[in-house]
């Protein structure tokens, strides 16, 4: 496995722009794989609607199951899909089960979980800092492991998700994985060992963005625009300076000094944020969410392998 980041395409050994809903370059294709769900929140909302908007799978490939709130489960019924309670029910005939909880109850999960899963099944972990020696001790022989780790702009198609995989798990069902997680976004196959800052990066990534807009947001009803104009220069700016950076060829530095004239506007704005020391407050906000996931994984102590 590389250490470096690369983003897949449906071969897990070639680079491609592998995009999904977010930018349509390449279309998800899926085998004929049943996929099960265990949780239901937004995670499991956004793939399993992902799937199905793209024509990847079919709602009865698809099954979802929730230990309670029967609810969060109606919108997944209503699109044909198998759900309930039931893990040995909807596992049974799963080549593909996806553990989209919370981290506090993913040990319990896992518990339940063990003695339904036979060799050859896929795990897919979205749980945030689960490692995969904690997944291997808990599981039985034989289950491929593979990590997950997507953001929330997944729910709108525009995730960016890493995901790693052991040494020696098999090709294709890396690819199935980066497949399934290509359906809200872009994907890239990295080394567990740089997941910490992913999640520092991209996984945390979002709420930085938005806390920047909510600054800019109220920045600007300050110096006198009203709250909805405010808003709309804010989002669309930062969807514009988003598209520029995509760009083949962009940098970031070179695209801000495009920006910035001498004596200038956005040369004032600059040098206030440069007094205000905000690289740093930026850089330690990483490296803060580096240490924390760090801790979370640390957190989770090795238990017996289930059904040895």
């Known amino acids: ?83 309930g309670r039931d893990k040995r029910d909807l596992l049974a005939d799963a080549h593909t089960v996806v553990l989209a909880v919370k981290p506090q109850d993913a040990a319990a999960a896992l518990e339940q979980v063990a003695s339904l899963l036979s060799p050859g099944t896929l795990l897919v972990s979205a749980v945030a800092g689960l490692p995969l020696s904690f997944l291997a001790a808990s599981l039985p022989g034989g289950v491929h492991l593979v990590r997950a780790m997507p953001n929330t702009s997944s729910l709108v198609g525009a995730s960016a998700t890493a995901v790693a995989a052991p040494d020696g798990t098999p090709q294709e069902l890396v690819a199935h994985t980066m497949d399934l997680f290509r359906a809200v976004g ?15 990066v991209s996984g945390s990534g979002p709420a930085y963005f938005y806390y920047f807009t909510e600054t800019l947001i109220e920045a600007a009803r300050e110096v006198g625009l009203g709250p909805e104009l405010a808003k709309a220069l804010a989002v669309q700016t930062l969807q514009g300076a988003a598209a520029m950076l995509r760009q083949d060829g962009a940098d970031p530095a070179r695209l801000r000094a495009q920006v910035t004239s001498a004596r200038g506007t956005t040369e004032a704005a600059l040098r206030a944020m440069s007094e205000m020391r905000l690289a740093d407050a930026i850089k330690q906000a990483v490296h803060s969410a580096a240490r924390r996931s760090a801790e979370i994984s640390a957190g989770f102590r090795t238990q017996p392998a289930k059904g040895d």
């Not at 908007?53 to 709602?59: G, K, M, N, R, W």
């Not at 994907?187 to 999640?199: C, I, N, P, S, W």
């Open 1 to 83: 496995m590389t250490s470096v980041a690369r983003n897949e395409s449906s071969q897990a050994d070639s680079s491609s722009t592998g995009r999904g809903l977010a930018g349509g370059s390449s279309t998800v294709s899926l085998d004929a794989r049943t996929i099960a769900f265990v949780g239901a929140g937004s995670l499991a909302w956004s793939l399993v609607s992902g799937l199905l908007e793209q024509s990847a799978t079919t709602p009865t490939r698809l099954r979802v199951c929730n230990r309670s709130d029967d609810g969060r489960l109606e919108r997944f019924a209503a699109l044909g899909v198998r759900t």
């Open 186 to 200: 872009d994907v890239y196959l990295v080394d567990e060992t740089l997941l910490d800052a992913v999640t520092a």
